[in-house]
DNA sequence: CTAGAACCTGACACTGACGTCAGAGGCAAG
DNA sequence: CTTGCCTCTGACGTCAGTGTCAGGTTCTAG
């Protein structure tokens, strides 16, 4: 399938995948005319780049990291993998401390409630 | 204190504490030289300003939820209360779909790991 | 054949929370 | 007074993924 076609059903703009492809991520086979063409499996590769794009990774680590999904065997750099589970990790961190905001916000969102409902039934009297 | 204590305290760079001025989340009184003073309340501010930055919100959206932190009541902006809901609910998704990229990081490190240890195995015999 | 849609490369724009530098003034200790 | 650290304003730099525009080529439907 042609660039716009993977777009479309990858759910990303044709800016991103010549980004992605650019940055290594991403491979095409080129027509005689220079076109790009990408097999069916492309689609779940955008998808799963989005998917690392969306976890925080930077391109440069998610280049890093996927050697581990191309060809997962011990012959993947070592590197690669403690990589991934070192950006695991992170993520990990990073959930929790969005945890903690939002327990923040709805203790927030608690205290102005009371409030309200405190008013109201105050000049409801 | 001045602001390089406040910085030190709140654990963030002077640069952020002015920037948070700028952008009407902080207030300092200053002295006659013009030098920035705060109170010791300040230290919590800056914390919980950098909470709300770690939950992905922006200046200008932290500027349109402070009423409610400030004051809790009615009178403050339902529009105000409405948006931290709102940010509250947008937090909620971002860590839902965190947490399954994190899923997806845990599958890739499982299937390494199998075939890490199935060549293992096969090479010890 | 032709119109229009899709594609190409290259390059600049943007966003936003800062980093960083310059040049100048402020403040406590010796 | 001076040394050295802190602070001031103002302004430009950064990063990274993406938008967008320009100017040109290619594909496809009619």
Avoid: K, W
Avoid at 9 to 36: F, K, M, N, P
């Amino acid at each position: 399938m042609r660039i716009g076609e993977l777009a479309r059903r990858a759910g990303v703009s044709v800016r991103s995948l010549r980004y992605y492809e650019e940055q290594g991520l991403l491979e095409s086979e080129r027509s005689s005319s220079g076109q790009r063409h990408y097999p069916e499996a492309a689609v779940d590769r955008v998808i799963l780049l989005q998917r690392l794009y969306a976890g925080g990774l930077s391109s440069r680590t998610i280049g890093e990291v996927l050697p581990c999904v191309d060809r997962p065997s011990s012959d993947t750099s070592e590197a690669a993998f403690e990589m991934m589970v070192g950006e695991r990790d992170r993520l990990s961190a990073h959930i929790e401390d969005l945890l903690r905001t939002r327990d923040m916000l709805d203790e927030l969102i608690a205290t102005n409630r009371r409030h309200n409902a405190t008013l109201a039934s105050d000049s409801a009297r």
